[in-house]
C-alpha cells in the first residue's frame, strides 16, 4: 500500500523544546517538501528536497530544520527558535522536483505549544 | 499580498445542490493550475490539473475552469454530496520558480441534508 505518513497525528509542545515531525513515503519520490497550514491562508513552503542528501529553504524556513539522510524520509524539526509553532505541518512527495509534477500529501501533524 | 484569491470563504449549500468556487491568480508567468479537496484535519487530495492551453478538466462530479486571459478558475460541484463537505484549494505554479506552488486560502463548503 504506497503513500505517505506522517507521525504523529497531534503533538503538544512547551516552550523552549525542539520537536521532530516523521514524514515517510513508499512511492519512490525524489522530491519532498514540507508545509505549514495556518487558518484562513494558504499552505506555506519551508522546506524542500529535490533529491537524498539535498535540501533547500522555502519561504519560511526561520525556526525549522531539516535532514534528507534517506529517499523516503524527509524529518522536520521544529526548532525554539520558532516563535508561533502552533500549526498543521503537511508533508509531501512528487517523483521529481518540478511544477509539471503532482505533489502527493500526507495526513499532517497537528503541533500544539502549550 | 497572497497571489492567489479564491472566493467564496465558504458556503453552506443543500445536498443535490450545485455550487461554483471562484479563483483569481496574479502570479506570472503561468505553468498550471491545480484544485485540491482538503478534508478537515487530513492532507490535500488532487481533483484536477490545467496546464495554461486548456480550458476545462472533469473528474466526475468536479469540473474546472480556466481562463488564462483574465486568469480566472473556477470548480463546479454538481450534485453535491455530504461527503464533498470539505476545502478546495486552488494552486498555480509558476514556470520561474520551478517546483513551487501557490496555494489559495481555499473555500470551505458545507454540504446539509
Known amino acids: 500500500d504506497g503513500g505517505i505518513t506522517q507521525s504523529p497525528k497531534y503533538l503538544f509542545r512547551k516552550e523552549g523544546q525542539n520537536v521532530t515531525l516523521s514524514c515517510e513515503q513508499n512511492?519512490?519520490?525524489?522530491?519532498m517538501y514540507w508545509y505549514r497550514q495556518d487558518p484562513g491562508q494558504g499552505l506555506r513552503l519551508i522546506y524542500y528536497s529535490q533529491i537524498v542528501n539535498d535540501f533547500q529553504k522555502g519561504d519560511i524556513a526561520e525556526g525549522y530544520s531539516v535532514s534528507r539522510e534517506k529517499k523516503e524520509s524527509f524529518p522536520l524539526t521544529v526548532t525554539s527558535a520558532q516563535k508561533n509553532p502552533t500549526a498543521f505541518y503537511l508533508c509531501?512527495?512528487?517523483?521529481?522536483w518540478g511544477t509539471g509534477n503532482e505533489q502527493f500529501f500526507g495526513p499532517g501533524t497537528r503541533l500544539t505549544v502549550l | 499580498k497572497n497571489q492567489v484569491e479564491q472566493s467564496p470563504q465558504s458556503l453552506i449549500i443543500l445536498e443535490g445542490k450545485n455550487c461554483t468556487l471562484q479563483?483569481?491568480?496574479?502570479?506570472?508567468?503561468?505553468?498550471?493550475l491545480r484544485w485540491y479537496k482538503q478534508d478537515t484535519g487530513r492532507g490535500p487530495v488532487s481533483l484536477t490539473i490545467m496546464t495554461f492551453s486548456e480550458n476545462t478538466k472533469s473528474n466526475g462530479r468536479y469540473t474546472a475552469t480556466l481562463d488564462a486571459d483574465t486568469k480566472q478558475s473556477s470548480l463546479h460541484i454538481t450534485a453535491s454530496q455530504l461527503s464533498d463537505s470539505a476545502s478546495y484549494i486552488c494552486?498555480?505554479?509558476?514556470?520561474?520558480?520551478?517546483?513551487?506552488?501557490?496555494f489559495g486560502a481555499g473555500t470551505q463548503v458545507v454540504v446539509t441534508p
Open positions: 479563483c483569481n491568480y496574479t502570479v506570472s508567468p503561468f505553468s498550471n
Open positions: 494552486v498555480v505554479s509558476l514556470t520561474d520558480s520551478w517546483g513551487k506552488l501557490q
Open positions: 512511492l519512490n519520490h525524489d522530491a
Open positions: 509531501a512527495s512528487s517523483i521529481v
